[in-house]
Nanobody, 129 residues
Framework: QVHLVESGGGLVQTGGSLRLSCAAS????????TGWFRRAPGSPPGSQRE????????????SYSDSVKGRFTISRDNAKNTVYLQMNSLKPEDTAVYYC??????????????????WGQGTQVTVSS
């Protein structure tokens, strides 16, 4: 089983930057795509976490939601078993708990939560206006 731990969240002003990290332990990410999702405060109960970004195992292919494209960058260091999310030009609407996730058996649909099996506990990002 893989254990994911996110870090790097915090409070930042509009326009600021944060770098989130997702470290895997217990086993590696394997040859799977890793994704970042978020849940904004006040999200309806039972609502899906929102896709933010995903990166293939090689790091050669990345995908982003339209809301973060051009501002966020996902990357990975397989030697460190860590995936990063560099967030620039942050906006108040980016305020959320951010989660990283990975499949365990095979790559599912990367932009929906059901495509992933293992999740971290989340890290809070708050952007003040």
């Amino acid at each position: 089983q893989v254990h994911l731990v996110e870090s790097g969240g915090g409070l930042v002003q509009t326009g600021g930057s944060l770098r989130l990290s997702c470290a895997a332990s217990g086993r590696t990410f394997g040859s799977f795509t890793t994704g970042w999702f978020r849940r904004a405060p006040g999200s309806p109960p039972g609502s899906q976490r929102e896709f933010v970004a995903a990166v293939t195992w090689s790091g050669g292919s990345t995908s982003y939601s339209d809301s973060v494209k051009g501002r966020f960058t996902i990357s990975r260091d397989n030697a460190k078993n860590t995936v990063y999310l560099q967030m620039n030009s942050l906006k108040p609407e980016d305020t959320a708990v951010y989660y990283c996730a990975t499949p365990l058996g095979y790559n599912g649909t990367y932009y929906v939560p059901s495509g992933y099996d293992a999740w971290g506990q989340g890290t809070q990002v708050t952007v003040s206006s």
